[in-house]
């Protein structure tokens, strides 16, 4: 009976269909924004799509009706389908492991191309904790808080002869952008990664403008569509915000390409852009700003990383046999080596065990890269044995630095509360861990700084230094014994019969020896020379009542 029924003839106007397809596809371009690039997925899931609609309105919409495609409609669709999976499975690991391993050229380097450690130069505040300081200034500013929010990128710089973590300002929502939209952004948050001292940095204060082309605004002021409208073909990463050694705002949007479609990524250069004028300028890679210290982004160095240390001898190998294959770490994190920023991460075997055969440093702006042998303890041990060494107070350990100490490669860390809310967590103490043996190690209270921290490592290690920084031992009568609480933290303050002056902070190890400590107790003692107060490391004999 369906066969004597007579379906309903549509007729479409071919240029009707036309003008909706293209006003279509203009919003939808102007939302999604995608390169007019081949080598890009986006731009085959966007265009691919729009393709085959086109195609399928030039056929089908007939003056007599809307008719079935063809087969030669059918095959086009098809290939359209298929070629970015084709592309992209030609450009595939498989192919062309040896193009992989060499993304990243590593150079084998001493251990003393990283220079003794500079405190002043060492970022010893997490990213954790230095959001939190960040919310914390933004709380102040009654007048903003309400209308901006803080935002979370807080991009690792080198800036004025320190280092810090960056972060702007962003609108908080709809309404609060187009309330403040014709104004822009007005500040933006440093944070010095070395003390954890954060300001809110008023462009006004500093002679500029406000910030009016930002990833938060809307429309033709979003930075990304003021950059795809400037850029049409350029592959862009995620806009990086920097400021230069004047304290001027940028974005710094890292461009790229890939091998076919979507495999093999790899950096080009990057583009500039101010966000108070709009205006931006492209530059190749080895022609960036000195100033900058952002290029290579962090994701992409580690798979570089992992890349050619599992694919030096093929695909194969890196699956079946695993031959000489290793892979970085669980972690990384950033060191300041002259001038520039350089992300760190150790080395390990693709067995997974509990330690690093060394580490590898890659510059991020210039993508230089160094390789340096080191056996010992992964980050991760290293991290238990800080946290280990303080139980008694539960504090987690920060992902460790990698610095020199007296010439040797040490792990150093923040020891901070341990709470479900990592904004409301105080550092608490440091701790310095052997990389070569994480049996050593030791730890000081934020007070008593990173300088003391050092000297006992040094001490702890045993090893000759130039400061001549080592224990000393003596047995002593304790008076003028005082017992201080500070942030849940028991600390002992006593002095000898001469009247020089001793601390000890409370620890498990001598917990016996420091509950009953009293005046007139005999201590024989190890500790650490210091200006005004001796650090004791150890008691080396039970307490004993003088006689």
């Known amino acids: 009976m369906f066969n004597n029924f007579n379906y309903p003839t549509i007729h479409i106007s071919r240029t009707k269909a036309l003008i909706v397809y293209v006003l279509v596809l203009a919003v939808a371009y102007y939302i999604a924004l995608p390169p007019l690039n081949w080598h890009a997925l986006s731009f085959w899931s966007f265009f691919g799509p729009?393709?085959?609609?086109?195609?399928?309105?030039?056929?089908?919409?007939?003056?007599?009706?809307?008719?079935?495609?063809?087969?030669?409609?059918?095959?086009?669709?098809?290939v359209i389908v298929l070629a970015p999976s084709l592309l992209g499975f030609a450009s595939a690991r498989f192919f062309h492991a040896s193009e992989y391993a060499k993304r990243i050229n590593i150079e084998d380097a001493d251990f003393s191309t990283i220079s003794e450690v500079d405190f002043s130069k060492t970022a010893i505040i997490d990213r954790d904790t230095t959001e939190a300081l960040g919310d914390r200034v933004m709380g102040q500013m009654s007048d903003w808080v309400s209308q901006f929010e803080v935002s979370d990128e807080y991009t690792q710089i080198s800036y004025k002869d320190s280092v810090y973590r960056v972060t702007p300002l962003e609108y908080a929502d709809f309404f609060k952008w187009w309330a403040n939209q014709k104004d822009g952004i007005p500040a933006y948050i440093t944070v010095d990664s070395t003390n954890g001292t954060a300001k809110l940095v008023r462009l006004s204060d500093l002679g500029y403008d406000n910030m009016k082309y930002v990833p938060s605004s809307l429309f033709n002021k979003n930075l990304m569509r003021h950059l795809r409208f400037q850029y049409p073909t350029e592959i862009f990463g995620s806009p990086s915000f920097e400021i230069d050694e004047e304290g001027r705002p940028w974005y710094v949007c890292t461009t790229y390409s890939y091998k076919l479609v979507g495999n093999k990524k790899y950096v080009t250069g990057a583009v500039f852009m101010d966000p108070i004028t709009g205006e931006s300028k492209k530059y190749d890679v080895d022609s960036v700003p000195t100033w900058s210290d952002r290029i290579f982004p962090e994701s992409l160095v580690i798979e570089e990383i992992d890349?050619?240390?599992?694919?030096?001898?093929?695909?194969?190998?890196?699956?079946?046999?695993?031959?000489?294959?290793?892979?970085?770490?669980?972690?990384?994190?950033?060191?300041?080596?002259?001038?520039?920023?350089?992300?760190?991460?150790?080395?390990?075997?693709?067995?997974?065990?509990?330690?690093?055969?060394?580490?590898?440093?890659?510059?991020?702006?210039?993508?230089?890269?160094?390789?340096?042998?080191?056996?010992?303890?992964?980050?991760?041990?290293?991290?238990?044995?800080?946290?280990?060494?303080?139980?008694?107070?539960?504090?987690?350990?920060?992902?460790?630095?990698?610095?020199?100490?007296?010439?040797?490669?040490?792990?150093?860390?923040?020891?901070?509360?341990?709470?479900?809310?990592?904004?409301?967590?105080?550092?608490?103490?440091?701790?310095?861990?052997?990389?070569?043996?994480?049996?050593?190690?030791?730890?000081?209270?934020?007070?008593?700084g990173l300088n003391v921290l050092k000297k006992q490592m040094i001490a702890l290690q045993g090893k000759e230094s130039n400061d001549q920084d080592v224990y000393q031992e003596k047995t002593i009568k304790v008076n003028n014994l005082?017992?201080?609480?500070?942030?849940?933290?028991?600390?002992?303050?006593?002095?000898?019969?001469?009247?020089?002056?001793?601390?000890?902070?409370?620890?498990?190890?001598?917990?016996?020896?420091?509950?009953?400590?009293?005046?007139?107790?005999?201590?024989?003692?190890?500790?650490?020379?210091?200006?005004?107060?001796?650090?004791?490391?150890?008691?080396?004999?039970?307490?004993?009542?003088?006689?």
């Open 482 to 547: 005082n017992k201080v609480f500070v942030d849940g933290n028991t600390i002992y303050y006593f002095e000898d019969e001469n009247g020089k002056k001793y601390r000890m902070d409370f620890t498990t190890k001598y917990e016996e020896q420091l509950a009953f400590l009293k005046n007139g107790d005999s201590l024989t003692i190890e500790y650490l020379e210091s200006d005004g107060i001796q650090i004791v490391s150890a008691i080396n004999n039970p307490n004993e009542e003088d006689a």
């Open 307 to 448: 890349d050619y240390g599992s694919l030096q001898k093929g695909f194969i190998n890196s699956m079946i046999g695993q031959k000489g294959v290793i892979k970085s770490s669980s972690g990384y994190n950033y060191i300041e080596k002259d001038g520039d920023i350089w992300l760190y991460t150790g080395i390990t075997s693709v067995n997974s065990d509990s330690s690093n055969l060394g580490f590898v440093l890659v510059n991020l702006r210039t993508h230089e890269a160094l390789r340096i042998d080191a056996p010992g303890a992964n980050e991760t041990s290293a991290m238990k044995s800080a946290e280990d060494e303080v139980q008694n107070y539960g504090y987690e350990a920060t992902f460790p630095v990698l610095v020199n100490v007296n010439g040797y490669p040490t792990y150093l860390m923040s020891l901070r509360s341990d709470t479900d809310n990592s904004s409301q967590s105080v550092l608490k103490m440091y701790a310095m861990v052997d990389a070569t043996d994480y049996q050593k190690v030791t730890t000081v209270s934020v007070d008593q």
């Open 50 to 78: 729009a393709i085959i609609i086109l195609a399928l309105i030039l056929t089908m919409c007939k003056k007599e009706g809307v008719r079935a495609p063809g087969k030669g409609v059918i095959s086009f669709i098809v």
